[in-house]
C-alpha cells in the first residue's frame, strides 16, 4: 500500500512540473511576439532597466533635440521671407526710378517754392502760347493767372488779351511768336504789324496797364532742321525789340536761361521741361517789380 501511495505522490508532482514549465515556456514566446509586433516594446523594456534619473535625462534631451530642430526650421523660413521682402522692395525701387526718367519733362518745383510763386506773383496774368502753358502744365502757377492755348499768334489773340484785361491784372505779359513764324513763313514784319495791333488795342482799352513782351524762346537745331522756318526766331525777336523800344514798352529777352541746357527742352526740341519756368518767372517779376 505504501508503495502504491509513493508512486501516485510522484506521479503528481511530475505534472505539476510540467505544467509549470509549459506556462513559462508559453510567457517567453509571448514577450518574443510582443517585441516583434509592438517595436517600442523593446525600447520600454530597456527602461525598465534603468534608474528614474537616467530615463529623465534621455527625455530632457531628446526634447531638447526637437526644440531646436523646430527653432532652425523657422529661423530657415523667416529668413527666406525676409529676402523675398528686400527683393520686392528693391523692386520697387527701381522701378520708381524707371518712373521718375520716364517723368523728367513734368517734374515740378518744390511745393513750397511754388506757393510762393503764386503769391509773389499776385494779380498779374499772363497771355501766351503752348510754351506759356508750360506755367500751368507745370503748376507754377495757378490757372487763373494764365491766358494760353496752343496756336496762339499775335494776329488771333485779340480775345485772348480781352479776356486778360477782364481780370483788372496788376500788370499783363505777353508771350506770343512761336507760331507766327510758320504762319507768317519768316516775313518778320508782317509779324511785328500784327503784334503793334494788338499792343495798341491794349494800350486804348487799358491805358494805365503795365505791359511787358517776352521775346520768343530759342529752340533747338534739331527743331530747325525739322522745320526750317524755325531758324528766323532770332530775326523775330530783333524785330520785336525795336517795335517795343519805339512803343515804350519792356522788352524781355529770357532765351539767355536756357544756354547750356539742351536737356531743358522736350523731345520735340522746342517745349520745354519744368526746370526752366522759376527762373523765367523770376525774370517776369523781377521786371514788373512784383
Not at 40 to 50: N, S, T, V
Not at 189 to 206: C, D, G, M, P, W
Not at 227 to 238: A, D, M, Q, R, T
Not at 272 to 279: C, G, M, W
Amino acid at each position: 500500500m505504501r508503495q502504491k501511495r509513493s508512486g501516485k505522490v510522484f506521479l503528481a508532482a511530475a505534472l505539476v512540473l510540467a505544467v509549470f514549465f509549459a506556462w513559462q515556456g508559453s510567457g517567453k514566446g509571448s514577450a518574443r511576439e510582443d517585441e516583434k509586433v509592438f517595436p517600442a516594446a523593446a525600447w520600454i523594456m530597456a527602461l525598465e532597466q534603468k534608474d528614474t534619473g537616467a530615463i529623465k535625462a534621455e527625455l530632457n534631451a531628446r526634447d531638447e533635440a526637437q526644440r531646436q530642430q523646430a527653432a532652425l526650421a523657422q529661423a530657415q523660413q523667416q529668413g527666406a521671407g525676409t529676402e523675398g521682402i528686400q527683393a520686392g522692395t528693391d523692386g520697387q525701387t527701381e522701378g520708381s526710378q524707371d518712373g521718375e526718367g520716364g517723368q523728367e519733362e513734368k517734374t515740378k518745383p518744390d511745393p513750397a517754392d511754388r506757393a510762393d510763386l503764386k503769391r509773389r506773383f499776385g494779380q498779374a496774368v499772363i497771355v501766351g502760347d503752348s510754351v506759356a502753358e508750360g506755367f500751368i502744365d507745370y503748376e507754377i502757377l495757378d490757372p487763373s493767372s494764365i491766358i494760353a492755348q496752343k496756336g496762339l499768334r499775335a494776329d488771333s489773340a485779340g480775345p485772348d488779351i480781352e479776356k486778360a484785361l477782364a481780370l483788372s491784372p496788376s500788370c499783363l505779359f505777353l508771350s506770343i511768336g512761336l507760331n507766327d513764324l510758320e504762319y507768317c513763313e519768316g516775313d518778320s514784319s508782317r509779324f511785328v504789324s500784327h503784334y503793334e495791333a494788338r499792343l495798341q488795342e491794349i494800350q486804348e482799352k487799358a491805358p494805365e496797364l503795365p505791359v511787358y513782351v517776352n521775346a520768343i524762346m530759342p529752340v533747338l537745331p534739331a527743331a530747325v532742321e525739322a522745320k526750317p522756318v524755325l531758324g528766323y526766331v532770332e530775326e523775330f525777336n530783333g524785330a520785336l525789340k525795336a517795335l517795343c523800344e519805339g512803343m515804350g514798352i519792356p522788352f524781355l529777352d529770357n532765351g539767355d536761361i536756357l544756354d547750356g541746357h539742351e536737356d531743358w527742352y522736350q523731345k520735340d526740341s522746342v517745349h520745354l521741361t519744368s526746370q526752366p519756368y522759376p527762373l523765367w518767372l523770376a525774370r517776369m517779376e523781377e521786371a514788373a517789380g512784383l
